[in-house]
Protein backbone atom coordinates (compact mmCIF):
# COMPACT_ATOMS: atom_id res chain seq x y z
CA UNK A 1 0.00 0.00 0.00
CA UNK A 2 1.67 2.76 -1.30
CA UNK A 3 5.08 1.31 -0.36
CA UNK A 4 7.41 3.73 -2.18
CA UNK A 5 5.63 6.81 -0.66
CA UNK A 6 5.97 5.23 3.07
CA UNK A 7 10.04 3.90 2.60
CA UNK A 8 10.44 7.90 1.40
CA UNK A 9 8.77 8.73 4.45
CA UNK A 10 10.40 6.41 7.18
CA UNK A 11 13.83 8.05 6.61
CA UNK A 12 12.52 10.99 8.04
CA UNK A 13 12.47 9.13 11.19
CA UNK A 14 15.82 7.86 10.97
CA UNK A 15 18.19 10.63 11.85
CA UNK A 16 20.01 9.82 15.32
CA UNK A 17 23.25 10.10 15.75
CA UNK A 18 24.80 9.42 18.75
CA UNK A 19 28.30 8.29 19.94
CA UNK A 20 27.85 4.96 18.92
CA UNK A 21 26.88 6.35 15.45
CA UNK A 22 29.77 3.51 14.09
CA UNK A 23 28.53 0.78 15.94
CA UNK A 24 25.36 -1.27 14.59
CA UNK A 25 22.48 -1.80 16.90
CA UNK A 26 23.17 -5.41 16.35
CA UNK A 27 26.27 -5.13 18.18
CA UNK A 28 24.73 -3.15 20.64
CA UNK A 29 22.15 -5.85 21.69
CA UNK A 30 25.56 -8.26 21.71
CA UNK A 31 25.42 -9.93 18.05
CA UNK A 32 29.00 -10.59 16.62
CA UNK A 33 30.16 -7.66 15.01
CA UNK A 34 30.22 -7.79 11.25
CA UNK A 35 26.81 -10.00 11.18
CA UNK A 36 23.77 -9.05 9.36
CA UNK A 37 20.67 -9.98 11.60
CA UNK A 38 17.61 -9.72 9.66
CA UNK A 39 13.85 -9.40 10.94
CA UNK A 40 11.47 -10.83 8.36
CA UNK A 41 8.13 -8.90 8.95
CA UNK A 42 4.66 -8.60 7.26
CA UNK A 43 2.17 -6.18 8.51
CA UNK A 44 -1.49 -5.31 7.71
CA UNK A 45 -3.22 -8.43 10.12
CA UNK A 46 -6.45 -7.95 10.60
CA UNK A 47 -7.05 -5.52 7.61
CA UNK A 48 -8.72 -8.60 5.61
CA UNK A 49 -8.62 -12.07 6.12
CA UNK A 50 -6.63 -12.41 2.42
CA UNK A 51 -3.72 -10.70 4.50
CA UNK A 52 -4.27 -12.38 7.89
CA UNK A 53 -4.02 -16.23 7.19
CA UNK A 54 -0.97 -16.18 5.28
CA UNK A 55 0.78 -13.98 7.95
CA UNK A 56 -0.60 -16.90 10.85
CA UNK A 57 0.92 -19.47 8.35
CA UNK A 58 4.10 -18.23 7.81
CA UNK A 59 4.73 -17.22 11.38
CA UNK A 60 3.65 -20.90 12.50
CA UNK A 61 6.35 -22.19 9.50
CA UNK A 62 9.06 -20.06 11.02
CA UNK A 63 9.24 -18.07 7.62
CA UNK A 64 8.05 -14.87 8.88
CA UNK A 65 9.76 -13.61 12.11
CA UNK A 66 7.70 -10.81 13.46
CA UNK A 67 4.13 -9.62 12.56
CA UNK A 68 1.89 -6.10 13.12
CA UNK A 69 -1.81 -6.20 13.36
CA UNK A 70 -4.48 -3.28 12.30
CA UNK A 71 -6.73 -3.21 15.50
CA UNK A 72 -9.62 -1.09 13.93
CA UNK A 73 -9.82 -2.94 11.14
CA UNK A 74 -12.36 -5.97 10.19
CA UNK A 75 -10.85 -8.84 10.37
CA UNK A 76 -8.88 -7.85 13.78
CA UNK A 77 -10.91 -10.40 16.01
CA UNK A 78 -10.30 -12.95 14.34
CA UNK A 79 -6.44 -12.73 13.73
CA UNK A 80 -6.38 -11.67 17.49
CA UNK A 81 -8.46 -14.96 18.32
CA UNK A 82 -5.50 -17.09 16.53
CA UNK A 83 -2.99 -15.04 18.42
CA UNK A 84 -4.69 -16.07 21.66
CA UNK A 85 -3.92 -20.10 20.91
CA UNK A 86 -0.52 -18.96 19.19
CA UNK A 87 1.05 -16.72 22.15
CA UNK A 88 4.91 -17.63 20.96
CA UNK A 89 4.67 -15.91 17.82
CA UNK A 90 5.93 -11.99 17.92
CA UNK A 91 2.94 -9.47 16.91
CA UNK A 92 3.09 -6.15 17.05
CA UNK A 93 0.40 -3.19 16.84
CA UNK A 94 0.19 -1.38 13.55
CA UNK A 95 -0.81 1.96 14.48
CA UNK A 96 -3.61 2.70 11.57
CA UNK A 97 -4.52 6.44 11.08
CA UNK A 98 -5.44 6.22 7.51
CA UNK A 99 -7.92 4.06 6.03
CA UNK A 100 -6.76 4.47 1.67
CA UNK A 101 -8.82 2.35 -0.05
CA UNK A 102 -11.77 3.65 -2.07
CA UNK A 103 -14.11 0.99 -1.46
CA UNK A 104 -13.46 -0.64 1.37
CA UNK A 105 -13.10 1.58 4.70
CA UNK A 106 -12.26 1.94 7.91
CA UNK A 107 -13.09 4.04 11.16
CA UNK A 108 -10.52 4.80 14.21
CA UNK A 109 -11.49 4.09 17.61
CA UNK A 110 -11.65 7.12 18.97
CA UNK A 111 -13.11 9.97 17.35
CA UNK A 112 -16.18 9.06 15.38
CA UNK A 113 -17.98 12.34 15.41
CA UNK A 114 -16.99 13.56 11.86
CA UNK A 115 -18.11 17.27 12.50
CA UNK A 116 -15.82 17.43 15.80
CA UNK A 117 -13.09 14.94 14.85
CA UNK A 118 -9.87 15.55 12.82
CA UNK A 119 -9.03 12.06 12.32
CA UNK A 120 -11.91 11.44 9.84
CA UNK A 121 -13.17 12.43 6.48
CA UNK A 122 -16.88 14.05 6.27
CA UNK A 123 -18.08 10.20 6.11
CA UNK A 124 -16.76 9.61 9.26
CA UNK A 125 -13.75 7.20 8.08
CA UNK A 126 -10.15 7.54 8.50
CA UNK A 127 -8.79 10.02 5.87
CA UNK A 128 -7.37 8.73 2.65
CA UNK A 129 -3.79 9.70 2.35
CA UNK A 130 -0.86 10.80 4.42
CA UNK A 131 -1.73 14.40 3.55
CA UNK A 132 -5.09 14.30 4.32
CA UNK A 133 -4.10 13.50 7.93
CA UNK A 134 -1.11 15.57 7.88
CA UNK A 135 -2.60 18.52 6.99
CA UNK A 136 -5.80 18.06 9.25
CA UNK A 137 -4.76 16.27 12.76
CA UNK A 138 -4.96 17.23 16.27
CA UNK A 139 -1.73 15.69 17.80
CA UNK A 140 -3.98 15.03 21.07
CA UNK A 141 -6.41 12.97 19.19
CA UNK A 142 -3.50 11.24 17.76
CA UNK A 143 -2.46 10.79 20.67
CA UNK A 144 -5.41 9.19 22.29
CA UNK A 145 -6.38 7.13 19.29
CA UNK A 146 -2.75 5.26 19.43
CA UNK A 147 -3.49 4.67 23.01
CA UNK A 148 -6.62 3.33 22.32
CA UNK A 149 -5.40 0.94 19.39
CA UNK A 150 -2.82 -0.45 21.91
CA UNK A 151 -4.95 -0.95 24.86
CA UNK A 152 -7.11 -3.08 22.49
CA UNK A 153 -4.50 -5.42 21.42
CA UNK A 154 -3.92 -5.57 24.97
CA UNK A 155 -7.54 -6.45 25.86
CA UNK A 156 -7.33 -9.15 23.24
CA UNK A 157 -4.85 -11.06 25.24
CA UNK A 158 -1.53 -10.02 22.63
CA UNK A 159 1.48 -8.47 24.37
CA UNK A 160 2.27 -6.00 21.64
CA UNK A 161 6.35 -6.77 20.53
CA UNK A 162 6.86 -3.37 18.85
CA UNK A 163 4.58 -0.84 17.38
CA UNK A 164 4.85 0.05 13.49
CA UNK A 165 3.13 3.22 11.85
CA UNK A 166 0.81 1.97 9.13
CA UNK A 167 1.74 4.03 5.58
CA UNK A 168 4.48 6.11 7.46
CA UNK A 169 2.09 8.89 8.64
CA UNK A 170 4.00 9.30 12.13
CA UNK A 171 6.75 10.41 10.48
CA UNK A 172 5.24 13.43 8.46
CA UNK A 173 5.76 15.86 11.78
CA UNK A 174 7.54 16.52 14.19
CA UNK A 175 5.01 16.88 16.93
CA UNK A 176 3.49 13.29 15.68
CA UNK A 177 6.69 11.21 15.43
CA UNK A 178 7.51 13.19 19.49
CA UNK A 179 4.01 11.39 20.20
CA UNK A 180 4.93 8.17 18.68
CA UNK A 181 8.04 7.66 20.21
CA UNK A 182 7.11 9.03 23.92
CA UNK A 183 4.08 6.60 23.39
CA UNK A 184 6.72 4.00 22.80
CA UNK A 185 8.95 4.66 25.88
CA UNK A 186 5.89 5.21 27.99
CA UNK A 187 4.60 1.68 27.63
CA UNK A 188 8.05 0.35 27.25
CA UNK A 189 7.18 -0.72 23.78
CA UNK A 190 9.55 -0.15 20.86
CA UNK A 191 8.96 1.86 17.90
CA UNK A 192 9.90 1.13 14.83
CA UNK A 193 12.35 3.40 13.54
CA UNK A 194 15.82 3.74 12.39
CA UNK A 195 19.69 4.62 13.28
CA UNK A 196 21.21 6.59 10.69
CA UNK A 197 24.98 6.82 10.19
CA UNK A 198 26.16 10.28 9.09
CA UNK A 199 26.93 9.06 5.41
CA UNK A 200 23.19 8.13 5.53
CA UNK A 201 22.20 11.09 6.28
CA UNK A 202 23.74 12.96 4.05
CA UNK A 203 22.95 11.11 1.24
CA UNK A 204 19.23 11.48 2.18
CA UNK A 205 19.78 14.94 2.21
CA UNK A 206 21.26 14.62 -0.97
CA UNK A 207 18.22 13.33 -2.82
CA UNK A 208 16.09 16.13 -1.38
CA UNK A 209 15.02 14.62 2.34
CA UNK A 210 14.80 18.09 4.65
CA UNK A 211 15.46 16.70 8.28
CA UNK A 212 14.80 19.38 11.14
CA UNK A 213 16.66 19.70 14.02
CA UNK A 214 13.49 19.54 16.46
CA UNK A 215 13.14 15.64 14.19
CA UNK A 216 16.49 15.29 14.82
CA UNK A 217 16.34 16.04 18.46
CA UNK A 218 13.15 13.76 18.97
CA UNK A 219 15.13 11.04 17.23
CA UNK A 220 17.99 11.69 19.46
CA UNK A 221 16.39 11.30 23.05
CA UNK A 222 14.45 7.94 22.31
CA UNK A 223 16.30 5.25 24.05
CA UNK A 224 14.85 1.72 23.01
CA UNK A 225 16.54 -0.21 20.09
CA UNK A 226 16.30 1.40 16.35
CA UNK A 227 17.01 -0.61 12.91
CA UNK A 228 20.03 -0.50 11.10
CA UNK A 229 18.44 -0.25 8.05
CA UNK A 230 14.83 -1.33 6.57
CA UNK A 231 13.51 -2.36 3.38
CA UNK A 232 10.46 -3.43 1.78
CA UNK A 233 10.21 -6.92 -0.77
CA UNK A 234 11.00 -5.49 -4.63
CA UNK A 235 7.82 -5.03 -6.56
CA UNK A 236 8.45 -6.57 -10.02
CA UNK A 237 6.78 -7.46 -13.22
CA UNK A 238 7.26 -11.14 -13.01
CA UNK A 239 7.35 -13.51 -9.78
CA UNK A 240 10.91 -14.55 -11.58
CA UNK A 241 12.02 -11.13 -11.15
CA UNK A 242 10.81 -10.23 -7.87
CA UNK A 243 12.53 -13.40 -6.15
CA UNK A 244 15.55 -12.35 -8.09
CA UNK A 245 14.99 -8.79 -6.62
CA UNK A 246 14.93 -9.97 -3.72
CA UNK A 247 18.22 -12.27 -3.59
CA UNK A 248 19.95 -8.93 -5.01
CA UNK A 249 18.47 -7.27 -1.78
CA UNK A 250 19.58 -10.11 0.80
CA UNK A 251 23.01 -10.56 -0.76
CA UNK A 252 23.91 -6.51 -0.68
CA UNK A 253 22.81 -6.48 2.85
CA UNK A 254 25.15 -4.16 5.10
CA UNK A 255 25.97 -5.67 8.56
CA UNK A 256 23.20 -4.39 11.10
CA UNK A 257 19.87 -4.72 12.06
CA UNK A 258 17.40 -4.71 9.38
CA UNK A 259 13.51 -5.17 9.05
CA UNK A 260 12.49 -6.42 5.61
CA UNK A 261 8.54 -6.44 4.57
CA UNK A 262 6.42 -7.84 3.13
CA UNK A 263 2.50 -7.99 2.32
CA UNK A 264 1.95 -11.90 1.72
CA UNK A 265 -2.11 -12.18 0.40
CA UNK A 266 -4.00 -15.14 -0.76
CA UNK A 267 -5.64 -13.97 -4.04
CA UNK A 268 -9.44 -13.87 -4.28
CA UNK A 269 -11.97 -11.80 -5.70
CA UNK A 270 -11.98 -9.50 -2.89
CA UNK A 271 -7.66 -8.77 -2.56
CA UNK A 272 -8.49 -7.76 -5.95
CA UNK A 273 -10.91 -5.28 -4.89
CA UNK A 274 -9.64 -3.97 -2.24
CA UNK A 275 -5.66 -3.90 -2.66
CA UNK A 276 -4.81 -2.15 -6.47
CA UNK A 277 -1.30 -4.03 -6.22
CA UNK A 278 -2.78 -7.70 -5.20
CA UNK A 279 -0.35 -9.26 -7.67
CA UNK A 280 2.55 -8.32 -5.71
CA UNK A 281 1.30 -9.33 -2.51
CA UNK A 282 0.13 -12.80 -3.86
CA UNK A 283 3.48 -13.34 -5.58
CA UNK A 284 5.00 -12.07 -2.14
CA UNK A 285 2.74 -14.78 -0.46
CA UNK A 286 4.43 -17.08 -3.28
CA UNK A 287 7.82 -16.09 -2.34
CA UNK A 288 7.65 -16.55 1.34
CA UNK A 289 6.76 -20.31 0.64
CA UNK A 290 9.31 -20.92 -2.01
CA UNK A 291 11.61 -23.88 -1.37
CA UNK A 292 13.66 -22.21 -3.75
CA UNK A 293 14.27 -19.08 -1.54
CA UNK A 294 14.56 -20.66 1.69
CA UNK A 295 17.76 -23.05 0.28
CA UNK A 296 19.14 -19.57 -0.66
CA UNK A 297 18.28 -17.95 2.85
CA UNK A 298 19.74 -20.83 4.53
CA UNK A 299 23.31 -20.17 2.45
CA UNK A 300 23.46 -16.80 3.21
CA UNK A 301 25.11 -15.46 6.47
CA UNK A 302 22.28 -14.29 8.14
CA UNK A 303 20.90 -14.46 11.69
CA UNK A 304 16.91 -13.94 11.86
CA UNK A 305 15.81 -12.44 14.79
CA UNK A 306 12.45 -10.58 16.08
CA UNK A 307 11.18 -7.46 18.45
CA UNK A 308 10.89 -9.88 21.26
CA UNK A 309 14.44 -11.03 21.37
CA UNK A 310 15.12 -7.11 20.40
CA UNK A 311 14.15 -6.19 23.62
CA UNK A 312 15.40 -8.46 25.52
CA UNK A 313 18.92 -8.58 24.43
CA UNK A 314 18.40 -4.96 24.68
CA UNK A 315 17.07 -5.04 28.99
CA UNK A 316 19.91 -7.64 29.52
CA UNK A 317 22.35 -5.33 28.13
CA UNK A 318 21.51 -2.74 30.62
CA UNK A 319 18.50 -0.99 29.28
CA UNK A 320 16.23 -0.41 31.90
CA UNK A 321 12.43 0.95 32.01
CA UNK A 322 12.21 4.12 34.55
CA UNK A 323 11.69 3.59 37.29
CA UNK A 324 12.22 -0.52 36.80
CA UNK A 325 15.49 -0.54 38.49
CA UNK A 326 14.43 1.09 42.08
CA UNK A 327 11.63 -0.95 42.04
CA UNK A 328 13.85 -4.33 41.84
CA UNK A 329 15.58 -2.85 44.69
CA UNK A 330 12.77 -2.13 46.63
CA UNK A 331 11.49 -5.80 46.10
CA UNK A 332 14.46 -6.87 47.06
CA UNK A 333 14.96 -5.28 50.19
CA UNK A 334 11.16 -6.27 51.04
CA UNK A 335 11.68 -9.85 50.44
CA UNK A 336 14.49 -9.20 53.23
CA UNK A 337 12.86 -7.68 55.82
CA UNK A 338 10.31 -10.48 55.34
CA UNK A 339 12.63 -13.33 55.30
CA UNK A 340 11.27 -13.98 52.07
CA UNK A 341 14.36 -16.53 50.43
CA UNK A 342 16.28 -15.17 47.25
CA UNK A 343 14.73 -17.69 45.14
CA UNK A 344 11.83 -16.26 45.55
CA UNK A 345 12.22 -12.91 44.21
CA UNK A 346 11.33 -12.72 40.61
CA UNK A 347 14.13 -11.71 38.11
CA UNK A 348 14.65 -11.39 34.51
CA UNK A 349 16.90 -14.33 33.26
CA UNK A 350 20.15 -14.02 31.28
CA UNK A 351 19.33 -14.78 27.87
CA UNK A 352 20.86 -17.28 26.68
CA UNK A 353 18.53 -18.86 23.92
CA UNK A 354 19.37 -20.03 20.15
CA UNK A 355 19.32 -17.07 17.95
CA UNK A 356 15.83 -17.84 15.94
CA UNK A 357 16.49 -19.23 12.03
CA UNK A 358 13.85 -19.59 9.69
CA UNK A 359 12.92 -23.31 9.38
CA UNK A 360 13.75 -24.75 6.12
CA UNK A 361 12.33 -28.37 6.44
Not at 49 to 57: A, H, M, N, V
Not at 74 to 82: G, L, Q, R
Not at 169 to 187: G, H, P, Q, S
Request: charged share 25%.
Amino acid sequence: MMRALVAGITILVAVSQTAHSQETWAERLGYPAGKRVVILYADTMGASYEFSRPGQELLAKGRLNSVSVMSPCPWFEEFANWSRENPQHDIGVCLTLNSPGQLYRWRPLTGLNSKTSTLVDPKGYMWGTELQLGLMADPEEIRREIEAQIAKVRAAGIQPTHLHPFMGVLFMREDLLKIYLETAEKNWIPAVVLELTPEKIQHFRDNGVALSDEMIATVHKYRLPKLDDAHFVPEADSYEKKRDQFYELVKGLPPGLTQITAGPADKSLALEAIAPHWQQRVWENQLLNDKAVHDFLKKQDVIFTNWREIMERFENAGGQRPGKRGAAKEKEDLGQNRGITDDAVVRIPTFEEPQLSIDFD
